[in-house]
């Protein structure tokens, strides 16, 4: 089986001999084709002494590769030229950070390990890890200083920490090269927020806006929302206003407000300018309030209706509302021109009868409320006091203006 693989550190210096058994020259770097395979290496890049040219062997060139060199079965070999379309494993990603999509984390390439398959009537080379432990760190300090089988026999006392190539995933800064090397973001929109959120803390400025860039909006704006302040503001001012804006209007209205009070004002107008519809005018009336009051705490996406609707003109406007499902667990009543009178939890509505009006469902008409201008730390006594999961804010004539959720206050007191 150990004669099965080989590994990138073995691979170059490899020699490399024509039909008659002369040297060539010896492997200094290799490519995969993304687009045409994923994992097959397609070009082999060879050199000789000094002044020599780099010369391309392309993988159906080679009948058989070992320990003991590449034999090629075709010698019409070309001068190497430099390809968009190849991921060079030395130059692109030999010491060079990825993430790990499984383990969630950001790994640095120690070494490569290769499989060497059977293709009709020549062998290739199909990538099957990315090595990122002691053993691979081991290879590389000693290769070229003892034969390699020797090396191989060495390294079994290490234990081997790999990760299997289809859980890589490659940060390429250049769109247009995300492209060609069919670079898919797909594994990191799946992760949870928290997780990407941590993986991009721990990449350079260039890689984290490379990663905003490529994903969704949908998926940028959650990690987003799990990021540091100072963190969100490098990114946001990293990006496009366009981009930028597309992320914003994904995220919830008050925690955009926030991102956006942590740029400069330049950046902030930019961003602003680009953003559209309601997400636009839900951040814009957010932004009027100061920060540290219940007005820049609080959220306008909220589900209220007047005194006179009845159980299934509520159950309506969770149907209408069905983003907003899995977090509201209190509807706010209130009277025809949208004085808040009444917080029922969504429980006590889903088990009454669809024509029972929610009048008759409010138990405590006197409701725990907070003025717009309210600052954070009264907002913050009343939710401890209470032991609250929503707080209704309201203006100064009592009509509704948002709602500050325990979600709020957490991002509150983790700034503080």
Same mark, same amino acid.
């Given at each position: 089986?150990?004669?099965?693989?080989?590994?990138? &550190?073995?691979?170059?210096?490899?020699?490399?001999?024509?039909?008659?058994?002369?040297?060539?020259?010896?492997?200094?770097?290799?490519?995969?084709?993304?687009?045409?395979?994923?994992?097959?290496?397609?070009?082999?890049?060879?050199?000789?002494?000094?002044?020599?040219?780099?010369?391309?062997?392309?993988?159906?060139?080679?009948?058989?590769?070992?320990?003991?060199?590449?034999?090629?079965?075709?010698?019409?070999?070309?001068?190497?030229?430099?390809?968009?379309?190849?991921?060079?494993?030395?130059?692109?990603?030999?010491?060079?950070?990825?993430?790990?999509?499984?383990?969630?984390?950001?790994? @640095?390439?120690?070494?490569?390990?290769?499989?060497?398959?059977?293709?009709?009537?020549?062998?290739?080379?199909?990538?099957?890890?990315?090595?990122?432990?002691?053993?691979?760190?081991?290879?590389?300090?000693?290769?070229?200083?003892?034969?390699?089988?020797?090396?191989?026999?060495?390294?079994?006392?290490?234990?081997?920490?790999?990760?299997?190539?289809?859980?890589?995933?490659?940060?390429?800064?250049?769109?247009?090269?995300?492209?060609?090397?069919?670079?898919?973001?797909?594994?990191?929109?799946?992760?949870?927020?928290?997780?990407? #959120? /941590?993986?991009? $803390?721990?990449?350079?400025?260039?890689?984290?806006?490379?990663?905003?860039?490529?994903?969704?909006?949908?998926?940028?704006?959650?990690?987003?929302? $799990?990021?540091?302040?100072?963190?969100?503001?490098?990114?946001?001012?990293?990006?496009? #206003?366009?981009?930028?804006?597309?992320?914003?209007?994904?995220?919830?209205?008050?925690?955009?407000?926030?991102?956006?009070? $942590?740029?400069?004002?330049?950046?902030?107008?930019?961003?602003?300018?680009?953003?559209?519809?309601?997400?636009?005018?839900?951040?814009?009336?957010?932004? $009027?309030?100061?920060?540290?009051?219940?007005?820049?705490?609080?959220?306008?996406?909220?589900?209220?209706?007047?005194?006179?609707? &009845?159980?299934?003109?509520?159950?309506?406007?969770?149907?209408?509302?069905?983003?907003?499902? /899995?977090?509201?667990?209190?509807?706010?009543? &209130?009277?025809?021109?949208?004085?808040?009178?009444?917080?029922?939890?969504?429980?006590?509505?889903?088990?009454?009868?669809?024509?029972?009006?929610? #009048?008759?469902?409010?138990? /405590?008409?006197?409701?725990?409320?907070?003025?717009?201008?309210?600052?954070?730390?009264?907002?913050?006594?009343?939710?401890?006091?209470?032991?609250?999961?929503?707080?209704?804010?309201?203006?100064?004539?009592? @009509?509704?203006?948002?709602?500050?959720?325990?979600? /709020?206050?957490?991002?509150?007191?983790?700034?503080?």
């Amino acid at each position: 089986m150990a004669e099965q693989i080989l590994f990138l &550190t073995e691979l170059l210096g490899l020699k490399i001999y024509d039909l008659k058994r002369r040297v060539l020259g010896r492997v200094r770097d290799a490519a995969l084709s993304p687009v045409v395979h994923p994992l097959r290496v397609d070009r082999y890049i060879i050199g000789g002494g000094s002044g020599y040219s780099w010369i391309a062997v392309r993988q159906d060139q080679i009948a058989s590769i070992s320990l003991d060199g590449i034999f090629l079965k075709d010698e019409q070999l070309t001068p190497f030229h430099s390809d968009e379309y190849h991921l060079r494993l030395v130059r692109d990603l030999l010491d060079q950070q990825i993430i790990d999509s499984q383990g969630r984390k950001v790994v @640095r390439v120690n070494d490569v390990t290769f499989d060497i398959v059977r293709e009709g009537d020549h062998d290739a080379l199909h990538v099957l890890e990315v090595d990122i432990g002691l053993r691979s760190i081991f290879r590389r300090l000693v290769q070229g200083t003892m034969p390699r089988r020797a090396i191989r026999a060495l390294q079994r006392r290490i234990p081997p920490n790999s990760i299997r190539w289809d859980l890589c995933n490659i940060v390429e800064p250049d769109p247009q090269r995300r492209l060609r090397l069919n670079i898919s973001m797909a594994p990191l929109e799946k992760m949870h927020p928290a997780d990407l #959120a /941590d993986i991009v $803390e721990d990449l350079s400025p260039e890689d984290r806006e490379a990663i905003f860039e490529a994903i969704d909006p949908e998926s940028a704006a959650e990690a987003l929302s $799990e990021m540091e302040p100072e963190v969100q503001a490098q990114i946001l001012e990293s990006l496009e #206003a366009e981009v930028a804006a597309d992320i914003l209007e994904e995220m919830d209205p008050d925690e955009a407000a926030d991102a956006l009070n $942590e740029l400069h004002e330049e950046t902030s107008d930019e961003i602003l300018e680009e953003m559209e519809g309601e997400p636009k005018a839900d951040v814009e009336e957010l932004l $009027e309030y100061d920060e540290d009051t219940a007005g820049g705490m609080m959220n306008t996406e909220y589900v209220a209706l007047h005194e006179l609707a &009845t159980v299934a003109d509520a159950l309506d406007a969770l149907r209408q509302n069905q983003d907003l499902v /899995d977090v509201v667990t209190t509807l706010f009543v &209130t009277d025809l021109d949208g004085r808040l009178k009444a917080a029922l939890p969504v429980a006590r509505v889903f088990l009454a009868r669809p024509a029972t009006p929610l #009048a008759e469902l409010i138990v /405590d008409a006197e409701v725990i409320k907070a003025k717009a201008g309210a600052k954070s730390r009264k907002v913050l006594e009343l939710f401890d006091r209470y032991n609250i999961l929503t707080l209704p804010v309201v203006d100064d004539e009592g @009509r509704m203006a948002g709602v500050v959720t325990a979600d /709020d206050v957490i991002s509150v007191l983790r700034r503080k």
